[in-house]
């Protein structure tokens, strides 16, 4: 489980999150919605530890963030895997060894054995023959299922994805909303996923949270959210006509 | 104020820099692929700006040396000279500052504003262990190297400038090469480039890895870093010259 605790983080005078807390469970997709400049990405980068928070603590499974050293900061992050919205690829190597790099790095398995877990994730995000290719060769979902193959590679704990349908056709983003939740229930990991897609949030939304000027102003799930009617999150979410008739039906129902 | 606060996070950074590599198989890895990449892909604006500077050096010095009392043979003497303590370590210090640097912050930067540092950090990656720490390390190895190929080169250039313009003769410049050779010469051009490739490595990669923005700012701050490392160059040069010879 991971717990935020009141954290608060500031750029110069710009505050961005003003003490936001929250739970994230094991096999759970969780995900963050908010306009843009809400705090979302800032608070998956405190997640991640990219950034430190000023106030607060983030809690992994018992152990306190702010009490750990550098080295063991850099340990836990061996338990995340993090699917960024650019994909964050290395361009100039190819997928099979974006995919192996982890594993060079942080394991002792020989080539084969290597070979064989980097045949088996992409084969998972359901792509073959691309081994040898370059991120650029790729199209853009192709490449988002790159990173989540990236990502699982060394079977994290943590799954976290900014912005993961970011760019891609309908059909493909919900592809990959698929995947994401799949992967959520078989390896029981814990998903936080930032978004702004909506389509995403009801398809597997199991936990929303909404986030207004740095502030939690909401928390439910995709099944609540037809229901509410907290001012900030229908303003956000029924801003369009689809989603307007869409809540209509689903009260009626 | 600025300029304090960034010597400050250059020298947090080299901190960062010099840990103990996360594996050993992939530093080797990256140490050959940067040997490659910053030394031997270098070798030929090396040879060829050492060749026809050589050239430059013993023609200028010919038509200088017009007083009949002045032996001939002091062209190549004084080419050597001037091409071992100081344009070989030095000029060709700042031409690979302008070659090498340029590509260190663009190629890091470019990987700052791709978020593919932060993909790095996320994995528990030591990011600057692993990006700059073999250019450190090859860039000190080989740089030395290249600059004895670029001594050879301007000597051997000033030689054949002898031919083609006739102001001197081969035996005369080669008595003149020969003529009151110091070793130590050599160890102080050696030290100097060790040095000044430490920068060439350095100063750039702390331009690209802590560029903020997009591809606008990671040209800035290529341009800013190739200033910057010439700068330093050159301001060391003074120091080193003053304490390494007099």
Redesign the interface.
């Known amino acids: 489980m991971i717990e935020v605790n009141d954290i608060y983080k500031s750029f110069d005078d710009n505050h961005v999150l003003k003490g936001v807390s929250a739970t994230f469970k094991k096999g759970e997709t969780s995900m963050i919605i908010g306009s843009s400049g809400s705090g979302k990405t800032v608070l998956v980068k405190c997640l991640l530890g990219l950034f430190e928070p000023d106030k607060g603590d983030i809690c992994y499974d018992d152990r306190h963030y702010s009490q750990m050293t550098l080295k063991e900061k850099r340990g836990l992050r061996k338990e995340m895997g993090m699917v960024f919205q650019s994909g964050a690829l290395f361009d100039s190597e190819t997928i099979e060894n974006n995919i192996k790099f982890p594993l060079k790095m942080f394991t002792d398995q020989g080539e084969e054995e290597m070979l064989e877990r980097v045949n088996f994730v992409l084969n998972r995000v359901h792509l073959e023959n691309v081994n040898h290719k370059y991120p650029a060769e790729l199209s853009g979902g192709m490449q988002k299922r790159v990173a989540i193959a990236r990502a699982i590679v060394m079977n994290p704990k943590y799954l976290f994805c900014d912005e993961p349908n970011s760019g891609l056709d309908p059909n493909t983003a919900i592809v990959i909303d698929n995947l994401i939740q799949e992967i959520t229930d078989e390896y029981q990991m814990i998903t936080v996923i930032n978004s702004h897609d909506m389509n995403s949030v009801m398809e597997i939304g199991e936990k929303i949270i909404f986030l207004k000027d740095g502030l939690k102003k909401w928390e439910g799930s995709s099944e609540t959210i037809f229901k509410t009617d907290n001012k900030d999150v229908t303003e956000f979410v029924y801003s369009s006509n689809l989603y307007k008739k869409v809540r209509e039906a689903y009260n009626k129902e | 104020m600025k300029y304090l606060k960034n010597i400050g996070i250059y020298f947090i950074m080299l901190g960062q820099v010099f840990k103990k590599p996360?594996?050993i198989?992939?530093f080797r890895e990256s140490l050959f692929k940067e040997i490659e990449e910053l030394g031997i892909k270098s070798l030929g604006i090396v040879a060829f700006i050492s060749f026809f500077v050589g050239g430059v050096v013993a023609i200028q010095t010919a038509l200088n040396v017009d007083n009949p009392w002045i032996p001939k043979y002091l062209i190549g003497f004084a080419t050597k000279r001037s091409i071992i303590l100081e344009f070989s370590p030095t000029f060709m210090s700042v031409v690979l500052a302008g070659k090498v640097g340029s590509y260190i912050t663009s190629s890091i930067g470019t990987?700052r504003v791709?978020?593919?540092i932060?993909?790095l950090?996320?994995?528990?990656?030591?990011a600057l262990n692993y990006l700059v720490l073999p250019k450190v390390v090859a860039a000190v190895l080989f740089y030395p190297f290249i600059v004895l190929l670029a001594m050879f080169l301007g000597i051997f250039g000033g030689w054949v400038s002898g031919f083609a313009t006739g102001l001197f003769t081969s035996d005369h410049y080669i008595t003149g090469i020969q003529m009151d050779f110091k070793p130590y010469f050599i160890q102080y051009a050696i030290t100097k480039t060790m040095v000044f490739a430490f920068v060439i490595a350095t100063i750039p990669s702390f331009y690209g890895f802590y560029v903020k923005g997009g591809s606008l700012e990671v040209g800035k701050a290529s341009t800013q870093a190739v200033v910057w490392t010439s700068v330093v160059i050159i301001v060391l040069n003074y120091f080193l010259t003053q304490m390494l010879l007099s």
């Open positions: 996360q594996k198989s992939i990987m791709t978020e593919q932060d993909a950090e996320v994995m528990g990656v030591n």
